[in-house]
């Protein structure tokens, strides 16, 4: 039998809503705002850095990013994320979520600024110093995953811990249009002060020196909400469970949270020695981690490995896909600005109809429907309507008919975020134990991170067109089969989905089988 839940833990479950959860949902939520601007706002401005360091006035189109260059500057920051989520997970196991926590927002401010500057002005430095920097963003915006999801867990009650972890998710959305809108102020802002005529009207012209300075602000703006919500996140307690639970001080754990709730909590003597004394000590790499977590680990990494090809083929690759089916015009009838200003248009119209309500559904409903309900919704819809697009895509390529192809490419972002997007990051940060919570959560999304650098890489060249691929390229399979190749991973990722456990409702101790003697382990393990 599991022995009684210690006081203080017993009272955060069962806790009403107070100020300070909205406080911890806005604190770890900015962190969030901030990783989906500085991830995203990259593929605003690829275009426009293509035209500034690879334009040949000689030739009938503007420059574009040579497909290495293009590869280097749009995965870069995955790569750094990747490393963060892995580092950073299990370093806040190791020294606290809090301790950890600081550092990884000082690391996204100060990168997020270098990355808008550059050691010279030639198209090699440019851009080395771009990756250079945004490899190091990445990896400080891998810290906040595990942190960010871990902190929130332990923070909520359990009637309302999905709705406060999907809460702090849900920033992405806002990120995500935040650096539209910031793409779409600059750009509008530098077009009307230095107006300049189309390419195919004056190639050399098209692109005013001024540009220069345009995706440079759009990606140091990002600093702004990170930095503002430092001193807040010094200023947080560490969390009662890995006090009580990692730290075995439950009186200082009980002393935290008496301060935080307004309440006296005393803990029983004969509990804490039940529950902290002699608490399970079995680590990541043993027989019993396997037998009760190997197969929910195994769930948790490959669902959100395939749900990141999708979604981030879709996110970073989308003024591609505009381009191509004609809802943006062909590069050249536009200067410099002209472009940046319709793809951040284009992306601000997607997050504000599909992507940010999907979030916010979630965050409605997760803890009335189920974890396990909304993921198997959101891959079987995202499959649906990527076969939707696909089936018919040359239908969708006539000018009649692209409000519909945008309308439906919509729809895969609300259930993409209406469903696994979110869930994939919710799970992981409830089904663990204490001590291994914020590493099992980094290896989770480091695996989804790896989804995102396939999807990143993969669609870049695969979705090239079979006949006539852009300049630099190899043929592709083209954008039509690559649609279907997302379709498999989505349907992939509804079967592996059948693995994840149901959390809601349920103590953090209680899904994670914390300590719980041999005879429960063992009952646990058969079932």
């Given at each position: 039998m599991a022995g009684a839940?210690?006081?203080?833990?017993?009272?955060?479950?069962?806790?009403?809503?107070?100020?300070?959860?909205?406080?911890?949902?806005?604190?770890?939520?900015?962190?969030?705002?901030?990783?989906?601007?500085d991830l995203f706002c990259i593929s605003l401005v690829t275009k426009l850095l293509g035209r500034l360091y690879y334009t040949d006035i000689t030739k009938p189109n503007p420059g574009a990013l040579p497909p290495n260059v293009s590869a280097a500057v749009t995965g870069v920051a995955l790569c750094g994320t990747l490393a963060g989520q892995l580092f950073f997970g299990w370093l806040g196991?190791?020294?606290?979520?809090?301790?950890?926590y600081g550092f990884t927002l000082i690391l996204m401010v100060v990168c997020s600024v270098a990355s808008g500057l550059s050691f010279s002005h030639t198209p090699k430095a440019v851009i080395s110093t771009l990756c250079f920097f945004r490899f190091w963003l990445g990896f400080g915006i891998g810290g906040d995953y595990p942190l960010s999801a871990t902190i929130m867990s332990e923070y909520a009650s359990k009637k309302t811990r999905g709705a406060f972890i999907a809460a702090v998710f849900a920033m992405q959305g806002f990120g995500i249009l935040f650096g539209a809108i910031v793409a779409l102020v600059v750009s509008a802002g530098f077009r009307n002060a230095y107006p300049a005529p189309s390419y195919a009207q004056n190639p050399a012209a098209s692109l005013s020196p001024q540009s220069d300075y345009a995706w440079r602000l759009i990606l140091?703006?990002?600093?702004?909400?990170?930095?503002?919500?430092?001193?807040?996140?010094?200023?947080?307690?560490?969390?009662?469970?890995?006090?009580?639970?990692?730290?075995?001080?439950?009186?200082?754990?009980?002393?935290?949270?008496?301060k935080t709730l307004h309440t006296e909590i005393e803990e029983k003597p004969e509990v804490i020695e039940s529950q902290v004394v002699?608490?399970?000590?079995?680590g990541l790499f043993s027989r019993q981690f396997v037998q009760r977590h190997g197969l929910h680990l195994l769930a948790t990494t490959s669902t959100?490995?395939?749900?990141?090809?999708?979604?981030?083929?879709?996110?970073?690759?989308?003024?591609?896909?505009?381009?191509?089916?004609?809802?943006?015009?062909?590069?050249?009838?536009?200067?410099?600005l002209e472009e940046l200003y319709r793809i951040s248009r284009a992306q601000a119209l997607i997050a504000l109809c599909g992507t940010i309500p999907g979030y916010w559904f979630t965050v409605a409903f997760i803890d009335i429907v189920g974890r396990f309900w909304i993921q198997i919704m959101g891959f079987f819809m995202m499959t649906v309507f990527m076969l939707a697009l696909g089936v018919p895509y040359d239908h969708w390529t006539h000018p009649a008919h692209h409000t519909g192809f945008v309308v439906l490419y919509g729809f895969t972002f609300f259930f993409a975020n209406f469903g696994p997007n979110?869930?994939?990051?919710?799970?992981?940060?409830?089904?663990?134990?204490?001590?291994?919570r914020s590493t099992c959560h980094g290896i989770s999304a480091a695996a989804g991170k790896a989804g995102a650098i396939i999807g990143a890489f993969g669609f870049l060249y695969a979705a090239q067109d079979q006949h006539k691929p852009d300049e630099g390229y190899s043929r592709g399979i083209g954008i039509r089969n690559a649609l279907f190749v997302l379709a498999g991973t989505n349907f992939l990722g509804m079967l592996m989905t059948l693995f994840v456990p149901e959390s809601k409702g349920k103590s953090l101790e209680e899904m994670s089988q914390e300590n719980v003697d041999g005879e429960t382990s063992s009952q646990v393990a058969q079932a």
């Open positions: 839940q210690l006081n203080v833990l017993a009272k955060l479950d069962q806790a009403k809503t107070q100020w300070y959860h909205f406080m911890a949902i806005v604190i770890a939520g900015m962190g969030f705002f901030t990783d989906a601007y196991d190791k020294l606290g979520r809090k301790s950890v140091m703006f990002g600093t702004i909400p990170a930095g503002l919500t430092y001193y807040w996140r010094m200023k947080m307690p560490e969390t009662a469970r890995y006090t009580a639970l990692i730290a075995r001080n439950a009186k200082q754990a009980a002393a935290d949270m008496s002699a608490g399970d000590t079995w959100w490995f395939l749900l990141d090809i999708a979604f981030y083929s879709q996110n970073l690759f989308q003024k591609d896909i505009f381009s191509k089916v004609g809802w943006i015009p062909p590069a050249k009838t536009m200067n410099a979110s869930t994939t990051f919710i799970v992981p940060a409830e089904i663990f134990p204490a001590r291994l």
